[in-house]
């Protein structure tokens, strides 16, 4: 294409609504403009990108046996009451009436079309498994659309959903969607992690979720250094201790008065020790009883996973009252020593090792030292009940574990029978009778990957493209369109390349060399072949966006030589 | 893909709501499902003929130069509020608040969105003439959506818009536009007319319909039988008749009294001739005055044309009382012998030639006889002011007229400024001034094209499709999964046929040869490869879904034979 009738508009300054890189690139190199809040147009070299992703995507799901369907945004309230997102969604859900006043959802997700969809198609077993995806524009009202593509309130996502009648079948689906995704984000150029995540609301089990590594990214992911373990924060395990003899003689237990520490810094500070030296001793309602929970005093207590160890139906911290009547004292002193027979006492795996440590006496301003766990106190149990830290050894058990943020791009998830339940959507199954579907479900947001790409890939003069998702193949670049001589060069070379089947940009624009080359730049097509004084002798200028690298080659060798790029 | 894994949900019955062909096939055949009224999932088959029509357009319109962008569904009203169609579009604009109670309109058409985002982006004639395009699902809220796909609520258009400095620049485009849709339509084997159309209300100038031809069209369209002229039949000029001299004698005006003949079947039989040797006269109302039109008996007057022809604001049918107050008659009886001066007499030119014929007397009850145009009363102006019928010359002076009923499935138009205009969208023209864009418009119904495919192409049986557009290249059948020796043969040809490129959807099903058979007719896919008993000898069947032509080969032989077709 050539560039003087391309859409397009490079900005030179950033735009002010734009506080991240993706979205200050993305609008400055003109491929997106906004519509309204949330809501964007995808221009010319945007739509490209987008259809290199799509045809990625789309050949990944093809290789799975995934087969490609399109359902409708507007769907019938009904569906969403039955499955009772039509409450619990909120104002996400957009929602509007046609013109005889019948409800209608714009698709948000497709659990609910597609279980009902799939639930009258399909009676029988003998059609299971079944694995339908489509790409489509998806519609949520976000409380606050931010980040450009990131957080938008209408985008690009592909989405699938699998049909089992067994958990194992499920697995297997699950495990082939998986290997997907990484291929579809490998083949992006991403640096990711497959996550172990939350399952939260939804009802399922196991899930993981696909983050793109990203200092703009709004959830911490703790992962392995040295293997592929990677989990929400909220979710990592952290190993037991390795039991060792404790050398250490335990010295005898002092109840020393600690005035005005309160917080464990304080109270480590005054008796001299470090943080790690410290006990911390909360007290939490568990369903309907008490139950104190101690860790290291550097460490904080993960309430999911306390919540998890009591398989519990609702807990909560207890308030400064309620302890000073179970133990007698309140937030700054409290400790696992003389407490009621009644109130577990739960130690993180992180206290074990201790010896002759600090804890809080019970008594207001008032510490022990010299606390040693099961010699000066009794645990009702060692758990893993805290959350993971930087340097904590990998729950794989290999390397260790750092923290990093990470946008999510991807989404693999078991929802069981959920919607299937909800939905009535049965078959028969091998036995004959009737059974609900057990499904998976399976989300990439297409036009936040194509953001996360950009926050991956980009410098102080634009962004850069890995090969699979540039919108060019070369940027041509005539730098004075006033020269015969180069303008005819150019127009050979324009013509070779495309019949070489390169897909070429040919920026013949009457402006400045150097607006030119900034544009070239900000676009970031890999291969630039720049025209300019040397055209006289049949040279050209060929430079790598990405690697700097540069070099004059003859234009007889122009295609030769990128080719074998 | 194996069918057997496949979501292809043949249906043994018409389903009730479906009452044309494709709508019908559609449903059987597995291709599409209701979701709700006038809104379509697409399964797989559905699916997979709807990438290859988009890539069909795809390719026709990037060959013009067209910018592929994406624009959103959600618009905001106030955009709409500015072209006005935030009223005009009434019901049929589906409309919704967002969390914010900010108004919405979900994308019917984008002539708004495109129209502004141009207006912001490009300000300079240099950056002209420019042609973006899309495809995307359109929501309209048709008051009674129906035919399957052919009017739905939820629907995949491909829309583009053409801006300009001139008017010269959008004859250009547009019959480049012209050119690429009449190539779609022929890649996709459709008989198809481009029709001229009535600009109607959205105030540009020339405008094409491509209207597919069919039956259960809703429109109809004047064709020549010899020429590519066609147009609406609302639209077709009507030649005016050569002149002859008038050979036969005129005979003496009779005025004749004709009780109880009212129209004009009565009237002429009364006087024992034809209908063609009768002149009907209607009283009209233009802007202020009153005019009598006179057409052959057997002819009708096309109202547009009247008013064209007088330039007029308005125009209607006088009342009975009218026509008593100004020529002394009611409706039967009137006609252009002594009418007072003020009235003017327009004829059509299907009158000049009549030699004593008959007309109203204006007198209730009485007609003339022997009336000669020219000889027995004034005319104030011959003009084409009737309806074109079959049989009339074409207007290109090809051939004859025939009729035929029409499904519209593009449209070419020139806008002109109107929305520029509205919406204050302007440039720098080649002068330094301000002016708004002059516009074009064109879009293609995707998933309407794909129904008038099936209308086309379609027989008792079911569907079968245009090589260009065919789901699968072969359709493998092994009529008997328990025969070892045919289900090894069916599986060695699947798996050479892959290996050749070849698409293929295997019957590997546990069903009767029948219910294959007739799934594989209701399908339509063009060539059919049948396992059945003379696997043992290496031989397979093939069958033309097409043609019908049937021949066994050796599986030796069937990569090379299917290549030639």
Redesign the interface.
């Known amino acids: 294409?050539r560039q003087?009738?391309?859409?397009i508009?490079t900005l030179r300054e950033v735009p002010k609504e734009a506080d991240i890189p993706s979205h200050q690139l993305l609008l400055k190199a003109?491929y997106i403009?906004k519509?309204?809040s949330g809501?964007?147009?995808?221009?010319?070299l945007?739509?490209?990108v987008?259809?290199k992703l799509e045809t990625i995507i789309r050949e990944e799901m093809d290789r799975t046996?995934a087969?490609?369907?399109?359902?409708?945004?507007?769907?019938?309230a009904e569906l969403w009451e039955a499955s009772g997102r039509w409450e619990t969604m909120g104002?996400e859900l957009?929602?509007?009436n046609?013109?005889h006043e019948?409800k209608?959802a714009?698709g948000a997700t497709h659990e609910e079309?597609v279980t009902s969809?799939?639930g009258?198609?399909?009676n029988s077993y003998?059609?299971l498994p079944?694995t339908?995806y489509q790409i489509q524009?998806k519609?949520r009202?976000e409380?606050r659309p931010r980040f450009g593509l990131l957080r938008g309130?209408?985008f690009l996502m592909k989405d699938a959903y699998s049909f089992h009648e067994t958990y194992e079948s499920l697995d297997e689906a699950y495990n082939r969607l998986f290997e997907a995704y990484k291929r579809v984000f490998e083949r992006c150029g991403l640096n990711f992690r497959a996550v172990i995540a939350d399952s939260g609301a939804m009802g399922g089990k196991d899930t993981h979720e696909f983050m793109v590594l990203s200092d703009i990214g709004e959830d911490t992911i703790a992962y392995s250094d040295q293997s592929d373990y990677a989990a929400n924060v909220e979710m990592a395990p952290v190993l037991p201790t390795e039991e060792k003899p404790k050398t250490e003689p335990n010295k005898s237990l002092e109840k020393i008065e600690t005035p005005n520490a309160k917080t464990m810094q304080e109270v480590a500070d005054f008796l001299g020790h470090s943080l790690q030296e410290g006990m911390k001793a909360i007290m939490f309602k568990v369903d309907d009883r008490f139950v104190m929970v101690v860790t290291r005093g550097d460490h904080e207590v993960n309430d999911v996973k306390l919540k998890n160890l009591f398989d519990a139906k609702f807990i909560e911290l207890a308030t400064e009252q309620e302890t000073i009547d179970v133990v007698g004292a309140g937030f700054g002193s409290l400790g696992p020593i003389n407490v009621p027979e009644d109130v577990e006492v739960i130690a993180d795996y992180g206290v074990q090792p201790l010896v002759n440590a600090s804890c809080g006496a019970n008594e207001n301003g008032y510490h022990f030292r010299n606390v040693t766990p099961d010699h000066d106190f009794e645990v009702t149990q060692y758990a893993d009940v805290r959350f993971i830290e930087e340097g904590d050894p990998s729950p794989d058990g290999h390397g260790t574990i750092q923290f990093a943020k990470g946008i999510e791009v991807g989404h693999v998830f078991k929802l069981g029978s959920l919607y299937a339940d909800k939905l009535n959507a049965s078959f028969l199954n091998q036995e004959g009778r009737a059974q609900t579907y057990i499904m998976g479900c399976y989300g990439i947001g297409v036009s936040r990957t194509l953001a996360s790409v950009v926050e991956q890939f980009h410098d102080e003069q634009g962004m850069f493209w890995p090969d699979s998702l540039v919108p060019f193949d070369v940027h041509m670049i005539n730098l004075n369109m006033k020269k015969d001589e180069q303008v005819e060069l150019a127009e050979t070379v324009y013509t070779n390349l495309q019949d070489q089947a390169f897909d070429v940009l040919y920026d013949d624009r009457?402006e400045r060399a150097g607006v030119k080359f900034n544009d070239s730049d900000l676009i970031g097509i890999t291969h630039r072949v720049t025209i300019g004084k040397r055209a006289n002798e049949g040279y050209v200028e060929y430079k790598n966006r990405k690697t700097g690298e540069q070099q004059d080659i003859h234009v007889d060798e122009l295609v030769s030589f990128l080719k074998t790029l």
Chains 1, 2 share one sequence.
């Open positions: 294409m003087s009738n391309m859409l508009p003109g403009r519509l309204a809501v964007y147009n995808f221009l010319p945007g739509k490209r987008l259809r046996g087969q490609e369907i399109q359902m409708p945004s507007l769907q019938p104002l957009m929602r509007l046609d013109r019948r209608f714009l079309v969809l799939i009258d198609e399909i003998k059609k079944l339908v524009n519609f009202d409380k309130r209408e009457q």
